[in-house]
């Protein structure tokens, strides 16, 4: 630790501004927000009336892109971007390992002559073929048809990023194979929101509500992360490698580090975060709060809500912008879910809800009985939903980074229950009982207005110790992980809710007839339905509690604790039955996924427990044997001029140590044992066999770390990397 801290308090001590303070009243705000985007003020300015009307239909209605168009945008487009600095183009695309996948093709063609002109078609525009062989597809493409095509999302429009070396042209697309299998996040997403859209209306229509505008989701992502010194990051090599620390002593209470480096903190950390700010805010992205987070060296930030896809996009960007100027002041960004022990782990709160620009928000209360019938209706879909594909729900957040989160008291539980707070529970609750009564004179509008007490309710849930809570207008599903696309679990949210709006809107054009004036009645009798057979799913109490984890298997609702438990929920059949009826995806599409999210899993611990087996040894063996060596000398030292040496110290380590090599060289074993034969056995092997031996082996390693004297321990310390920024 000693040079790395060396270093680190020098790059803070040093640290200048890298450049002039931001001015932000040479360019306004508003002038600067989507400065980078091809949106639709470019579009407006830049596109011929008839073909600016046409794109905007696609973008807004879903409707298919006049081919002809396709030249027209493209040309112009092209035309921003190089006005822009831009040499290159890109198909960004989020394939199944979490990343964002580009690549880039320059602008120009030879024109024969010796020269070359800029040249982007609308053929290069709407399709691209990236080599797909480099991307794990679990199955889905035989090995002899590598190839998968990026086709663009109209919805998420085009923007440039800026690079000290020059500028590109990004453009957001699904990624797809050949024979229409999706290999991304995108593609499954587009086609959940459609189903979405489908059967709210269904619903929305049976309330005398009618928009032209489809029904989306909307999500709002509150991104955790931490921002280490780089220094730190050099001197580790588990934290360079796996994102997360694989050795620490927890760090003693009332660390004197907090208060010397305190002063000097805001500094460099709000230059970074107002740099963020900015470069998002030419990206289109409305990122809106920043604030610290609980642990040390942990901060958030949240963007405004925004359409489902988009806001996916836009997350994914957040990412990218986060690493990227962290490292241009001088930190690193972790966005892993656990990369300290013991302390606060990292998520990424998903906000959710449904809606569009006409009708608002389907999951705010709002002010008319008529509006609040709606609103319950769209809550119990919800909350059916959740009761009956929750472990699906478990499975889109599992990994081997969030199982270090997962009901680690700190985050929700594993087990998937619904928060609504008291007062909307005791309204679903009348319902459950047929208390909730309606005069019979009484049209639609007034269901249950006597009986209702006024809505909205209470803000929301405060105690978080609940994965999905209802929060005023909106549900607040917190067991993302920091380090996931908020892609996977809007798949499942927007297909389980479409199978529950479906289930809904039939039973309710069944028993009205499609008479409005029965609809009143029908509504009560088939929320007292749902919540006589869903309702086991509301908690509202304490989910850290163990009398919650005893109700819970009562209840029956599953607790799915790590990742090998979890995502075997992708193909089971229900959950192949309900993407396949919806067209979202496929049987194979969803064991492909399950497949390479194992496969995924096994990957990050066999490495892990490499790592951890190459930092025993060259690491941390040598430190301890140096310092055993020392006491031994001095032992020997002071009995050679006849003192006697108090050997307590020696002893613990020398117990520690052998105790370290036996387990170390166990876990070495058990790596190269026989771990199964299916990628599900290999998962297993990898949490109930390697999981447990690396805990055996850490837990001697951090007990060697407050032995060994300081000087000779080079990894830098918990209570060095989160308190000196
Ligand atoms: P808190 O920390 O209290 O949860 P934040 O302001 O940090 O609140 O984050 C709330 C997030 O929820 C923001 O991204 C916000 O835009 C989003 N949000 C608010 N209303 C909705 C809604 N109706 N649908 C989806 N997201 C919403
Ligand atoms: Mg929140």
């Known amino acids: 630790g000693l040079t790395a801290r060396r270093d680190a308090i020098k790059a803070i001590t040093d640290y200048k501004p890298l450049h002039a303070p931001l001015n932000f009243s040479e360019t306004s705000l508003t002038e600067m927000f989507g400065s980078n985007v091809f949106n639709d003020k470019v579009m407006r300015e830049r596109l011929p009336k008839t073909v600016y009307k046409s794109l905007k239909k ?16 493209a040309n112009a487009m092209k035309d921003w971007a190089i006005e822009k600095g831009a040499t290159h183009f890109t198909h960004v695309f989020y394939p199944l390992t ?9 602008f120009l063609t030879p024109d024969g002559m010796g020269g070359a002109v800029a040249e982007f078609s609308g053929k290069m525009l709407i399709q691209g073929e990236p080599d797909a062989s480099s991307f794990p597809s679990g199955g889905l493409r035989a090995t002899f048809e590598a190839r998968g095509y990026t086709a663009w999302d109209v919805t998420s429009p085009a923007y440039i990023l800026e690079n000290p070396n020059g500028t590109f042209l990004c453009i957001p697309t699904a990624f797809v194979s050949w024979t229409g299998e999706a290999l991304d996040k995108k593609t499954p997403l587009l086609r959940s ?8 209306k269904r619903v929305l229509k049976l309330f005398g509500v009618e928009t032209k505008l489809p029904l989306t989701s909307y999500a709002g992502p509150e991104q955790e992360y931490f921002l280490i ?6 001197a580790r090599p588990d934290l360079l490698i796996a994102g997360r620390s694989l050795f620490g002593a927890k760090p003693p209470k009332g660390q004197e580090f907090e208060d010397q480096y305190f002063g000097v903190t805001p500094r460099r950390v709000m230059s970074f975060m107002m740099e963020v700010d900015r470069e998002l805010f030419k990206l289109g992205v409305p990122v ?6 609980v642990a040390p060296s942990q901060f958030e930030i949240a963007p405004i809500y925004e359409q489902g896809n988009l806001a996916t996009d836009h997350n994914q960007l957040v990412m990218t912008v986060l690493r990227s100027v962290a490292k241009r002041y001088g930190m690193v960004c972790l966005l892993h879910e656990k990369p300290f022990a013991g302390i606060n782990g990292s998520g990424k709160h998903l906000n959710y809800s449904i809606g569009n620009d006409e009708v608002g928000c389907l999951f705010d209360p709002g002010d008319t009985p008529h509006e609040n019938a709606q609103f319950l209706v769209f809550c119990a879909a919800a909350i059916r939903a959740v009761h009956k594909y929750g472990p699906l729900l478990r499975a889109t957040v599992a990994s081997a980074s969030n199982d270090h989160r997962l009901g680690a008291n700190e985050a929700p539980p594993a087990i998937m229950s619904v928060y609504l707070g008291e007062q909307l529970t005791d309204v679903f609750e009348q319902f459950k009982k047929g208390e909730v009564k309606s005069s019979k004179k009484k049209s639609v509008m007034n269901i249950g207005v006597d009986t209702l007490p006024p809505l909205p309710m ?10 999905f809570a209802f929060t005023g207008n909106r549900f607040e599903f917190r067991a993302v992980g920091s380090s996931m696309s908020i892609a996977g679990s809007q798949v499942a949210l927007n297909t389980m809710m479409s199978e529950s709006l479906d289930y809904i809107a039939t039973e309710l054009e069944k028993t009205t ?17 749902i919540m006589v057979e869903h309702d086991q799913v509301i908690f509202n109490g304490d989910g850290y509690s163990e009398e919650w984890h005893q109700e819970a298997e009562k209840r029956g609702l599953a607790n799915l604790k790590a990742t090998p438990d979890a995502l075997p929920m992708l193909s089971i059949p229900s959950t192949i039955e309900l993407f396949t009826k919806y067209g979202v995806l496929s049987e194979a599409e969803l064991r492909s996924r399950e497949e390479i999210y194992l496969e995924q899993y096994c990957k990050t611990i066999e490495t892990e427990a490499n790592l951890m087996l190459r930092m025993s040894k060259t690491v941390i063996f040598p430190a301890s044997f140096r310092y055993q060596s020392e006491l031994a000398t001095a032992c020997a030292n002071l009995q050679a001029i006849g003192k006697e040496f108090g050997t307590t110290t020696l002893d ?8 370290m090599q036996k387990v170390t060289y166990e876990l070495e074993a058990l790596l190269e044992g026989d771990k199964g034969n299916s990628t599900l056995e290999h998962a297993n092997y990898f949490y109930k066999t390697i999981l447990p031996a690396m805990a055996e082996v850490r837990k001697h390693a951090d007990l060697l770390e407050t032995i060994v004297a300081d000087d000779l321990w080079t990894l830098p310390s918990y209570q060095e990397m989160l308190f000196i920024r």
């Open 229 to 234: 010194d780089r220094n730190f990051i050099f």
């Open 193 to 200: 929101m459609q189903a979405l859209n489908k059967q709210a």
């Open 513 to 529: 007839g499609g008479k409005k004036t029965k609809l009143n009645e029908a509504v009560q009798n088939l929320l007292q339905k």
């Open 98 to 106: 979490g990343l964002t996948a580009e690549k880039h093709d320059s």
């Open 288 to 293: 809106k709060t920043r604030h610290n987070e």
């Open 58 to 73: 696609t973008i807004e209605l879903g409707e298919k892109l006049d081919a002809s168009v396709a030249d027209v945008v």
């Open 652 to 659: 613990q380590l020398t117990a520690n140590l052998r105790g």
């Open 458 to 467: 209470d803000p929301g849930d405060r105690n978080r110790t609940s994965p």
